[in-house]
C-alpha cells in the first residue's frame, strides 16, 4: 500500500509565500514522476508542477516564475515552493505520485494525496 501525505497549506496574504510537502511511504520499488495538482471549487483539477525522477521539471502557465517544484529522492518526497501568491491561486491543492511496485508485473501505479487547502487572501 502506497500513501501520500501532504503538509505545508493555510492561509496567505496576497504576494506571500507558502511551501507545500509530499511524503510517499509504504512499500514499493521507486517513485517515478511526483507532482502538484490543483482545484478550485467548480473548476476542473489542472497540473500546477511536476518533476521526473531525474529532476526535470513541468510547470502550468500560471504559475511560471512564481512557483518551484522540488524533490528528495531520498525521501521520496516533493516539494512545492509557491512564491508572489494571488487570490487566484486559492485552491485544494494535490500531490500525485508515479510508483513502481515492489514486485513484478512492474506496472506504473497512480497515487493521489488527500489534498491541503491553499488560501490567498487579497
Known amino acids: 500500500q502506497v500513501q501520500l501525505v501532504e503538509s505545508g497549506g493555510g492561509l496567505v496574504q496576497a504576494g506571500g509565500s507558502l511551501r507545500l510537502s509530499c511524503a510517499a511511504s509504504g512499500t514499493f520499488l521507486r517513485v517515478d514522476a511526483m507532482g502538484w495538482y490543483r482545484q478550485a471549487p467548480g473548476q476542473q483539477r489542472e497540473l500546477v508542477a511536476m518533476i521526473t525522477l531525474g529532476g526535470t521539471t513541468t510547470y502550468g502557465d500560471s504559475v511560471k516564475g512564481r512557483f518551484t517544484i522540488s524533490r528528495d529522492n531520498a525521501k521520496n518526497t516533493v516539494y512545492l515552493q509557491m512564491s508572489s501568491l494571488k487570490p487566484e491561486d486559492t485552491a485544494a491543492y494535490y500531490c500525485?505520485?508515479?510508483?513502481?511496485?515492489?514486485?513484478?508485473?512492474?506496472?506504473?501505479?497512480?497515487?493521489w494525496g488527500q489534498g491541503t487547502q491553499v488560501t490567498v487572501s487579497s
Open positions: 500525485n505520485a508515479a510508483v513502481v511496485p515492489r514486485l513484478p508485473p512492474w506496472t506504473v501505479n497512480n497515487h
